[in-house]
C-alpha cells in the first residue's frame, strides 16, 4: 500500500506542477508577445508517466520556436536590440526546484492518509 501512495503522490505533484507550469507561461505568454495564430499556445502539453515508488516522469512538450524566443534579437535600424523576454527558462527551471522541493516536503502523514482513504475507497 505504501508504494501505491507514493505513486499516486508523485503523480499528483507533476500533474499539479505540469498544469501550473502551463498556466504561468501562458500568462507570461500573453503578456510579452503578440498573438497571430495563437500555435505557440495550442501546441504546450504536460503529460505524467507514473513509475514505481517515487520515481515519475514529466513530459513538456512545445514548438521548437518557443525555447529560441529568449534568444531573439531584434533589429531596429542600425542597432541591434536583443529582448529579455524570460518566458522558456525561468518557467521551466522555476518549476523544476518546485517540483523537488515538493517531492521532499508535502509527503506528511495527513497526505498519506488523505490519499489511502482515496484507493481504498475506489
Do not use: C, P
Not at 531573439?72 to 523544476?96: L, P
Amino acid at each position: 500500500m505504501a508504494s501505491l501512495v507514493e505513486q499516486r503522490f508523485v503523480d499528483e505533484i507533476l500533474t499539479s506542477e505540469g498544469a501550473r507550469l502551463l498556466k504561468n507561461q501562458g500568462a507570461a505568454f500573453a503578456a510579452r508577445l503578440r498573438f497571430h495564430t495563437r500555435h505557440i499556445l495550442e501546441r504546450r502539453k504536460a503529460e505524467v508517466s507514473a513509475g514505481n515508488g517515487y520515481s515519475g516522469k514529466l513530459a513538456i512538450t512545445h514548438t521548437a520556436y518557443q525555447r529560441f524566443l529568449d534568444l531573439r534579437t531584434m533589429n531596429y535600424g542600425s542597432k541591434a536590440v536583443r529582448r529579455n523576454r524570460k518566458i522558456h527558462n525561468r518557467f521551466v527551471w522555476g518549476h523544476f526546484n518546485s517540483i523537488a522541493y515538493r517531492l521532499t516536503n508535502d509527503l506528511t502523514q495527513d497526505v498519506a492518509a488523505r490519499i489511502r482513504s482515496e484507493i481504498e475507497n475506489k
